[in-house]
């Protein structure tokens, strides 16, 4: 979930900060603009590598709890 939130905010605030600096603040600085494009298959590639990294981020420590006691884990603590 936490991949796939941040992942999602990543986006919206990338594409909200490149249409500033395209029809902003290039205009204002340089003079010029560029195209925008949204390279749509990037997207998926970028999306299916960060779900990727967060699941095996999460199944690692998720396994080794499984593996321990948890009312000896609550003792410890």
Same mark, same amino acid.
């Given at each position: 979930?936490? @991949? &796939?939130?941040?992942?999602?905010? @990543?986006?919206?605030? @990338? ?15 340089? @003079? #010029? ?5 949204? !390279? ?5 590639? &970028? #999306?299916? %590598? ?8 999460? &199944?690692? !420590? ?5 593996? %321990? ?9």
């Amino acid at each position: 979930m936490i @991949g &796939f939130f941040s992942h999602l905010l @990543g986006l919206i605030a @990338g594409f909200l900060l490149s249409l500033l600096l395209i029809h902003v603040i290039n205009k204002q600085s340089f @003079g #010029w603009t560029i195209q925008f494009s949204i !390279p749509l298959w990037s997207l998926i590639q &970028f #999306w299916l %590598m960060v779900m990727v990294t967060s699941i095996l981020a999460g &199944f690692i !420590p998720a396994r080794r709890a499984a593996k %321990m006691n948890a009312v000896d884990t609550l003792r410890m603590e």
